[in-house]
């Protein structure tokens, strides 16, 4: 969870108990909002495994492996698709700095390329932490409490829920898709197409 439950009380300023409940199921409703509205995963508590085309996703060189929309922030094992397993010998990650990283290089003074035995579909895998980073970086967790905190308020919001509310003179007011707050946040995070 980007948030946790006392994360969320202690920016409410400590709401009745009685709403943990809520509380707690709402956290991961902002996370998965903050998910789909920049198309990533910002944290992973475990390593999964993703499988690569051998020609569709590896540059004509046989050299670089492009992770298509997958953000890689840790990587525990790289089977190439012969069965080689490669080391951090064989490979540098693109970008080489920081994550998340978008490629796998094979390094000039491997003798290494990216291949196959039989079939070249998801040939090659990679065992790793498939998100942004391992735990989320401060601004999205606040995005999350503060997401978080405007779910829950909605609960006590007018009967018109979630449509908006009336102006003084009448108008119905549309709220915004998230609060501008979260959005400014969100934004510099927000995958390109």
Same mark, same amino acid.
């Given at each position: ?18 709403? /943990? ?23 992973? $508590?475990?390593? *999964? ?25 840790? !990587? ?6 012969? &069965? ?7 490979? *540098? *990650?693109?970008?080489? /700095? ?6 796998? =290089? !094979?390094?000039? &003074?491997?003798? /290494? ?19 942004? &980073?391992? *735990?989320?970086?401060?601004? !999205? =967790? ?23 509310? !009336? &102006? ?11 609060? $501008?707050?979260?959005?400014?946040? #969100?934004?510099?995070?927000?995958? #390109?197409?």
């Amino acid at each position: 969870m980007y948030a946790s439950l006392s994360d969320v009380r202690e920016y409410l300023g400590g709401p009745p108990t009685t709403d /943990n409940t809520l509380l707690t199921n709402l956290i991961p409703r902002a996370q998965g909002i903050i998910n789909a509205y920049t198309q990533r995963v910002f944290e992973a $508590s475990g390593d *999964t495994t993703r499988y690569f085309d051998a020609i569709e996703d590896v540059d004509h060189l046989q050299r670089t492996l492009y992770l298509g929309q997958n953000d890689l922030c840790q !990587i525990t094992t790289v089977t190439n698709g012969d &069965s080689t397993v490669l080391t951090t010998s064989d490979y *540098t *990650t693109l970008p080489k /700095n920081y994550t998340p990283y978008y490629a796998l =290089k !094979i390094k000039l &003074s491997s003798s /290494n390329v990216w291949t196959y035995s039989t079939t070249p579909e998801d040939a090659i895998s990679i065992s790793g932490r498939w998100a942004y &980073s391992v *735990t989320a970086p401060d601004d !999205i =967790k606040h995005a999350c409490i503060r997401l978080t905190v405007w779910l829950y308020r909605q609960k006590d919001a007018s009967s018109l829920g979630d449509v908006g509310s !009336i &102006s003084q003179s009448g108008v119905v007011v549309e709220p915004a898709a998230l609060p $501008s707050d979260v959005q400014l946040i #969100l934004i510099p995070y927000k995958r #390109l197409a």
